[in-house]
């Protein structure tokens, strides 16, 4: 298959994209502000990350402009003030919240409680492999469950995985790198069956991409008082990933087992930031709006090409490239698009992360001229 859009052109339109160009209803000043990603740098358009390409939102923009001056402080009471505003919109107390480095931390820190002496992780495959990776490298075991045929969590299979050694099942809902999503009706009663020693932890990064969030979300169960951690992100709808802000909610013995095993207080800035962020229900919409539209161009050239996805719920696409998938993302960055790396339990599907409206644009014509070259 040949190539008929030329990696110039596209390159070309990138500086502009990235001034924001396609912006739509989101502060062009912000994005006017916003330096050069990268992937830009090296001369192609990023779209590997899963990140919000128009993030930071105004809100955030100004309340990191407003917390320079303060940066000197270790952000203790900031800290307390941000729990307090999780919890009131959660129905749950400070006590039920643990704010960390990136929602990574939080997998991390469910690593180290779950994998010392052997400790058993049961985990779908593929999926982000992030809590896997950590239990195996403290010693601990992993089983791994493949994704049902529909490529969403097998969650009979991974009961069945589950042993008296699990003390950790993770959950990515909507999956990474499929999109897909188990309903909360599902995964509520999933977990209801699992062993009162095994902890739960269901990561909600990619939950609030799509508006009904509150359906699906496990927070109820928290609430609840279940053996349960809920994992949660700025990085991703926030657009805040480079200041590193996530947390978890859970049961307040299981918070504070948590909170011993962190290493070090968050940034002051990514904490003025998130806070600011979770605040501004316009940017989280507008910003909604704008990744659905991207998710929308990218399948309906993926629909006219006749290339089967996923069913996504977040904002990134993973597709069947029909041939082996390094060389589809090599050819890919060839015409100037950075889009990450193979899954090998998928061979031939590769995961595209949503840019800017403008910038799937560019990248759905890319699609026709490849395939149709
Ligand atoms: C499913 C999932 N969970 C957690 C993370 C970690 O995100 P962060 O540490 O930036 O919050 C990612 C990042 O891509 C992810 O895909």
New binding site residues.
């Given amino acids: 298959m040949k190539a008929a859009v030329s990696r110039r052109a596209v390159i070309g339109a990138t500086p502009a994209l990235l001034a924001g160009v396609a912006l739509g209803s989101l502060s062009r000043s912000a994005a006017a502000q916003s330096p050069p990603s990268r992937a830009a740098a090296s001369g192609a358009i990023r779209l590997a990350?899963?990140e919000n390409p128009y993030g930071p939102g105004p809100a955030a923009r100004a309340a990191i402009e407003a917390g320079i001056g303060d940066s000197w402080k270790y952000p203790i009471i900031e800290e307390m003030a941000f729990k307090a505003q999780i919890a009131a919109r959660e129905g749950l107390t400070p006590r039920h919240v643990l704010i960390a480095d990136?929602?990574?931390e939080i997998?991390h820190i469910a690593a180290l409680l779950a994998g010392p002496g052997g400790g058993e992780l049961v985990t779908a495959t593929p999926t982000?492999s992030?809590v896997a990776d950590h239990v195996r490298a403290i010693g601990g075991s992993v089983r791994e469950v493949p994704l049902d045929a529909e490529m969403r969590h097998d969650l009979m299979a991974m009961r069945a995985a589950v042993s008296p050694a699990t003390r950790l099942v993770y959950v990515?809902n909507p999956n990474?790198p499929t999109g897909t999503m188990v309903p909360g009706g599902e995964l509520r009663e999933f977990l209801a069956t699992l062993p009162p020693a095994t902890t739960a932890l269901v990561?909600e990064?990619?939950l609030e991409i799509a508006s009904d969030m509150g359906k699906h979300s496990l927070v109820d169960r928290v609430r609840a008082g279940d053996n349960l951690i809920v994992?949660r992100?700025f990085?991703k709808l926030h657009g805040l990933?480079g200041l590193?802000i996530?947390y978890a909610l859970a049961r307040p013995e299981l918070i504070e087992r948590m909170a011993k095993l962190k290493l070090v207080a968050v940034s002051s800035l990514g904490l003025a930031a998130a806070a600011a962020s979770y605040a501004d229900p316009g940017f989280q919409a507008a910003s909604r709006e704008q990744l659905a539209a991207s998710v929308a161009i990218t399948t309906a050239a993926l629909d006219e090409l006749q290339r089967p996805y996923a069913p996504t719920r977040a904002n990134f696409v993973f597709f069947d490239t029909g041939q082996p998938a390094a060389a589809f993302l090599a050819a890919m960055r060839e015409l100037g698009f950075a889009l990450g790396r193979p899954f090998p339990q998928y061979p031939t599907w590769c995961r595209v992360s949503m840019g800017t409206v403008e910038q799937m644009r560019l990248f759905a014509d890319a699609l026709r001229a490849y395939y149709r070259g």
Avoid: I, K, P
Wanted: aromatic content about 16%; some cysteine.
């Fill in positions: 990350g899963n990136g929602s990574s997998l982000f992030f990515c990474n990561d990064a990619y994992a992100t990085s990933a590193r996530g």
